[in-house]
């Protein structure tokens, strides 16, 4: 079992930048693929960044490239995203979610993914 815990979400204005962070106890952690996802009301979940076990691995949505950037500390049981050039758009609950094996597979999806965290908000005002 693994337990997540993000922080680093608040308000910010266009164009400003944000850090999230994730902290995972339990197993050992470089055995998990991390990725964040995100929800804004009324839509789905949808996938924002994903980082292999090791660390060597990463993988973008589209609207997250050049932006964005997954990173993890295995030392430390945290992954983070750094978020910069936000937009209104990027409004949403980001959560951390966490894979039972260290890879990255080729579909992003929620069902991917077997731990995940409450989420933290992100409001991007314009």
């Known amino acids: 079992q693994v337990q997540l815990v993000e922080s680093g979400g608040g308000s910010v204005q266009a164009g400003g930048s944000l850090r999230l962070s994730c902290a995972a106890s339990?197993?050992?952690?470089?055995?998990?693929?991390m990725a964040w996802f995100r929800q804004a009301p009324g839509t789905e979940r949808e996938f924002v960044a994903a980082?292999?076990?090791?660390?060597?691995?990463?993988s973008y949505a589209d609207s997250a490239k050049g932006r964005f950037t997954i990173s993890r500390d295995n030392a430390k049981n945290t992954v983070s995203l750094q978020m910069n050039s936000l937009k209104p758009e990027d409004t949403a609950i980001y959560h951390c979610?966490?894979?039972?094996?260290?890879?990255?597979?080729?579909?992003?999806?929620?069902?991917?993914?077997?731990?995940w965290g409450q989420g933290t908000q992100v409001t991007v005002s314009s």
């Open positions: 979610a966490a894979r039972n094996i260290a890879f990255i597979g080729a579909r992003q999806a929620p069902a991917e993914y077997n731990y």
């Open positions: 339990g197993r050992t952690f470089s055995y998990y693929a």
């Open positions: 980082i292999s076990g090791s660390g060597r691995t990463t």
